[in-house]
Each structure stands twice: as C-alpha cells, then as structure tokens.
C-alpha cells in the first residue's frame, strides 16, 4: 500500500528517556518533514529533509534530531525527552521541493510523564 | 502578529448550510495557498491547492485567493456531516524552498 506509515501510533515514556520515531515512505519522495500538532498551536515544523543526506531545522528543532540515511525512512529522535514534547507528531513527504502537495502519515501521539 | 492567523472555532452548521473557511496573512511573498483537511485522529489530507490570486473550484469546494487583502477562503456549499473535520490553511512563498506555514485550522461540524 502506498503511502507513509508511522511508528509507533502512541507511546508514553518517562521523562529523560530516548526515544526514536520512525517514519517511513515508499513513493520514492525526495522531501521529507517532521511535525508536531498541538492544541491552540497548529503545526509546526521540526526538521525537515529535501533529499537523501541532507536535513534543515524548522520552526521547533530543539531537543530533536533527524537522520536520512536513505529516501524512504526519516527517523525522529528526542535524545532526552521532556513533558513539553507531549504532543501527536506527524511525518510528511512530497515528491521533490517543486512540488506542492505534501502527504501525511497517520501521526504518533506521545505522551511524555 | 503570526504569519497566518485562522479562526479556530469551532464552527457548526446544519447540514445543507454554505460554509465559509478564512485565513489571513501578513507575508506579501506568499503565493502558493492551500487547504487541508484533518478528520480526528487522522493525518492531515490536500484538498485544494491555488496559485496566486484568483478562485478555484473542485465539486462542492472552492477556494479564493485575494492577494491584495492578504485573504484565501474555502467555500463548502451544500455541507455534509462527512464534511466535520479541522481545516487548516498553509503557504508558503518560494517553491525552491517548499517549507508551508500552517494556520492553526478551524474545527467544523456539520449537524444532520
């Protein structure tokens, strides 16, 4: 099935842990974006990846890192969590960075204590 | 002031009713707009993308663009329950760049 999957769909950890999110996309996408949602905030981007290799810092980048080691997968970590990052993050792609429509996965929805 | 600003409700209407989405924003660069829908629990979807200025129609949506007013609409007539979801705006103003900007979304149900 094409599209983008998540993983894991919710998670709740303990304060200081590490955690990885995982985000994976198998429409060949070169654009990837990390966001997270939140109530009265909207969506904000975290981290974001036009390509294979390289990555950018968005609105939010602290206390998360991001990887792309190929085209499918874009991974979200959050070194040493905090109760702020509570939140439902979602993975987005498209097909390049002159193209318009961005595609979401599903969201993770974590909750940190 | 935020670059976009979007009412975000909630807003409920009967069913049959005109509904009538707006975003306003402050960065003139703007000039990619678009809307997306959100139904609970869900990842966010495209529903309508324009360029520039000027209306756009697809089915029972429509979407506008006043680039003078810095103002875009999303008209839905003839609304359904299938309809209640969270509408978000975003733009975004270099296409080489590609990054959106999204307004906060506007929760709306539409009652049968």
């Known amino acids: 099935i094409a599209g983008i999957t998540q993983a894991p769909t919710s998670q709740i950890l303990a304060a200081g842990r590490r955690m990885t999110l995982r985000c994976t996309q198998d429409m060949r996408h070169n654009a990837m974006y990390w966001y997270r949602q939140d109530l009265g905030l909207g969506l904000r981007l975290i981290h974001y990846s036009n390509t294979a290799g390289t990555t950018g810092k968005g609105e939010v980048p602290d206390g998360y890192s991001v990887s792309r080691a190929n085209t499918d997968d874009f991974p979200l970590t959050l070194a040493s969590a905090v109760p702020s990052q509570t939140s439902v993050y979602f993975c987005a792609s498209k097909r390049d960075i002159l193209t318009d429509t961005q595609y979401f996965g599903p969201g993770t929805r974590l909750t940190v204590l | 002031q935020k670059e976009v600003e979007q009412d975000p409700g909630p807003l409920s209407v009967p069913e049959g009713a005109i509904v009538s989405l707006n975003c306003t924003y402050s960065n003139s660069a703007f000039q990619y707009f678009m809307w997306y829908r959100q139904y609970s629990r869900k990842g966010p979807e495209l529903l309508m993308y324009?360029?520039?200025?000027g209306n756009k129609e697809d089915g029972r949506f429509t979407a506008q663009v006043d680039k003078s007013s810095k103002y875009i609409s999303l008209f839905i007539r003839d609304s359904q329950p299938s309809d209640s979801a969270t509408y978000l705006c975003a733009m975004s103003a270099v296409r080489s760049q590609g990054n959106l900007i999204f307004g906060k979304g506007t929760k709306l149900s539409v009652k049968p």
């Open positions: 324009t360029y520039s200025s």
